[in-house]
C-alpha cells in the first residue's frame, strides 16, 4: 500500500506561484508513478502533470509553460511548481501514485487563486 501527503497548497493573487509537493510512504520496493490531478467544484477530477516511472512527463495543455513536476528524496516526493497561477487554476490538488494498477490518492490540499 501507499500514503500520500500533500502540502503547499494556501491563497495566491492572479500571477502568484506555489509549490506543492507529495510524500509517498508505506510498503513499495520501486519507483512509483507519481502525478497531480486538479478537482473543481462541479467539475470532473482532471489530470494536471505527472511522471512516469521512467520519468516521462505528461501535462495538461492548461499546465504546460507554467508548471513543472519533479520528484526528489529517493524518488518518494514528487513537487508541483506552479507559476503565473491563474483563477481558473483554482481547486483541490490530489496527488496520485499507483502500484499493480491500484490506484491510491492523497487528501488534496486547496489552491486558491484571487483576481
Known amino acids: 500500500q501507499v500514503q500520500l501527503l500533500e502540502s503547499g497548497g494556501g491563497l495566491v493573487q492572479t500571477g502568484g506561484s506555489l509549490n506543492l509537493s507529495c510524500v509517498a510512504s508505506?510498503?513499495?520496493?520501486?519507483?512509483?508513478?507519481m502525478g497531480w490531478y486538479r478537482q473543481a467544484p462541479g467539475k470532473q477530477r482532471e489530470l494536471v502533470a505527472s511522471m512516469d516511472t521512467s520519468g516521462r512527463l505528461n501535462y495538461a495543455d492548461s499546465a504546460k509553460g507554467r508548471f513543472t513536476i519533479s520528484r526528489e528524496n529517493a524518488l518518494k516526493t514528487v513537487t508541483l511548481q506552479m507559476n503565473s497561477l491563474k483563477p481558473e487554476d483554482m481547486g483541490v490538488y490530489l496527488c496520485w501514485s499507483a502500484i499493480r494498477g491500484r490506484s491510491y490518492w492523497g487528501q488534496g490540499t486547496q489552491v486558491t487563486v484571487s483576481s
Open positions: 508505506g510498503t513499495f520496493y520501486s519507483v512509483l508513478p
